[in-house]
């Protein structure tokens, strides 16, 4: 049973080693996302950081200024879901197998 043990215990540290590997990938890891058809896009990296705003010149009109905003919060929203989604599927990579179905523990 010690062998099974310090077996787990390595792969468990060999995880934890991936899984850091993987976090600092991330950064490098962009997604872009848009609203309004296209008119407003933003870039997020893998740590959720924004890397970039996208306006298009037509939707510039100070009368319409608010749904311009809008348009900024919904692009921006969309790129941190799909960045989270990023970070998840890439920490999966790591714990595939390592984890029974089912259990989720937070930020793996």
Not at 39 to 65: C, R, T, W, Y
Not at 77 to 88: D, F, G, I, P, R
Not at 97 to 105: A, T
């Amino acid at each position: 049973m010690k062998g099974g043990m310090q077996g787990m215990l390595k792969q468990v540290q060999k995880m934890q080693e991936e899984m850091q590997k993987v976090q600092s990938q991330l950064g490098n890891l962009s997604v872009t996302e848009e609203a309004g058809g296209g008119m407003i896009k933003a870039s997020v990296n893998g740590n959720k950081e924004l890397l970039s705003i996208q306006i298009d010149p037509q939707v510039i009109i100070p009368a319409e200024k608010e749904i311009l905003e809008d348009l900024i919060v919904a692009a921006v929203n969309k790129a941190l879901q799909s960045a989270s989604k990023l970070a998840e599927d890439e920490m999966a990579k790591v714990t595939k197998g390592m984890l029974p179905p089912g259990l989720n523990i937070p930020g793996f």
